[in-house]
């Protein structure tokens, strides 16, 4: 936790992509016939999200008790999605600028933008189908966009 303060204190620009916005993102079970077709990262990509399919149960607990989430819902695709932004991905995406502070109370960090905060933006909105589309695409090799 220190540390993610102090970088982001310290350093230039930030960019937070929060949790609010993965969530919207999805690995899928439709994606998996693609994915294994593809070989290689995909393939394997594919194979571990059959295993944690059958360990965590996402379609079950999440997919069918939350409307709005995919049925076939695998799991949320929390990193590809901050990558993709890290990389300019931007299909979609809307961010709130202003200057962040970073602050730590009860032992978690807490951020709010401020005079006096370092420059940054927050991811505050995305197309979430787009990104999914998107991410397959890249791992398969095909435009899906």
Not at 7 to 27: D, F, N
Not at 81 to 105: P, Q
């Amino acid at each position: 936790m220190r540390s993610a303060q102090y970088a982001i204190t310290h350093g230039g620009q930030v960019t937070l992509v929060p949790l609010a916005m993965t969530v919207e993102t999805a690995l899928r079970r439709a994606y998996l016939p693609a994915l294994r077709k593809a070989g290689g990262l995909a393939g394997l990509i594919a194979a571990q999200a059959e295993a944690f399919a059958v360990e965590n149960k996402y379609e079950a607990l999440i997919g069918e008790a939350w409307p709005g989430c995919y049925k076939d819902i695998i799991n949320f695709q929390h990193d590809p999605l901050a990558c993709a932004i890290a990389l300019g991905w931007d299909t979609g995406v809307e961010f709130a600028e202003g200057r962040l502070v970073v602050e730590e109370k009860d032992g978690l960090l807490v951020e709010r933008f401020a005079a006096g905060g370092k420059p940054a933006r927050v991811l505050t909105k995305i197309d979430a189908e787009a990104f999914n589309r998107y991410w397959v695409g890249v791992m398969t090799g095909e435009d899906l966009t």
